[in-house]
Each structure stands twice: as structure tokens, then as C-alpha cells.
């Protein structure tokens, strides 16, 4: 069990980051799309390039474990904002599933804030 511990929080938190590096550099390409989902709920346009950069960034430095818990605690914020703007209906089923998945990003940052990137990191390796 002793391995699965020292491991198992590098797999968990490089899967958590694929999630945000993938959407922020998918939103790149064509930006007019995101920024008129955004402005359809009230988020002003203008906040496209700093989500991307929340996402990417964010999304690359949890990956390697750098200051993974300050990137945990932005990433779990932004997370949380996102869903309660955009997956607020929650008499739509798919709109409840993606804000529950959305949580469950949450509680997974959570865990990284809780117990650091793990034996794989560039956070460990400081130390």
C-alpha cells in the first residue's frame, strides 16, 4: 500500500489537470464561440484570455506539481464558479450531471490542497 500512496496522488492530480490544460487550449482556436457561450450567461467577454490562462496554466502546474496547491485552490475555485454559472439548472439532467462533475473536480482539488502533489512533483522535489 505503501507505493499506491506515494503514486497514486501523482496519477490522480495529473488526471485532474488534463481536464483544464485540454479546455483552455481547445478555447484558443476559436475564441468567438466561448465568448458568446460566456456573454449568453452574463460573464462579460473580456474574461475569455484570463479563463484560458486559469485553465492552462493552472492545468500545467498542477501536472508537474509546482505550487500544485495554490493551483489546486484557483483551479477548485474557478471550478465552482463555472458550475454555479453555467450548470445551475438543475432541472435539466445533463445540466445536474455536469455540475456534479464539477464538484467532483472540487473534491478532488481538495485533496491535493489537503495533502500536497504527491512523491512526483516538482513541489516534492524542493522540499
Known amino acids: 500500500m505503501h507505493q499506491a500512496q506515494a503514486y497514486l496522488p501523482t496519477a490522480g492530480r495529473v488526471l485532474?489537470?488534463?481536464?483544464?490544460?485540454?479546455?483552455?487550449?481547445?478555447?484558443?482556436?476559436?475564441?468567438?464561440?466561448?465568448?458568446?457561450?460566456?456573454e449568453a450567461f452574463g460573464v462579460p467577454g473580456v474574461l475569455?484570455?484570463?479563463t484560458?490562462?486559469?485553465?492552462?496554466?493552472?492545468?500545467?502546474?498542477?501536472?508537474v506539481g509546482f505550487k500544485a496547491r495554490w493551483a489546486a485552490a484557483a483551479l477548485a475555485g474557478?471550478?465552482?464558479v463555472?458550475?454555479?454559472?453555467?450548470?445551475?439548472?438543475?432541472?435539466?439532467?445533463?445540466?445536474?450531471?455536469?455540475f456534479l462533475k464539477n464538484l467532483a473536480i472540487v473534491g478532488g482539488m481538495l485533496y491535493v490542497i489537503a495533502f500536497g502533489a504527491g512523491a512526483l512533483s516538482l513541489?516534492?522535489?524542493k522540499a
Not at 481536464?19 to 464561440?33: Q, Y
Not at 484560458?52 to 501536472?63: D, H, N, Q, R, S
Not at 453555467?86 to 435539466?92: C, G, P, T, Y
Open 16 to 38: 485532474l489537470a488534463l481536464i483544464f490544460i485540454v479546455a483552455g487550449l481547445g478555447k484558443i482556436p476559436a475564441p468567438e464561440g466561448t465568448i458568446g457561450y460566456m
Open 48 to 50: 475569455f484570455w484570463p
Open 52 to 63: 484560458v490562462a486559469v485553465e492552462v496554466i493552472g492545468g500545467i502546474m498542477l501536472l
Open 78 to 80: 474557478f471550478t465552482l
Open 82 to 98: 463555472a458550475g454555479l454559472i453555467f450548470h445551475s439548472d438543475f432541472a435539466n439532467q445533463a445540466e445536474m450531471t455536469a
Open 123 to 125: 513541489d516534492r522535489r
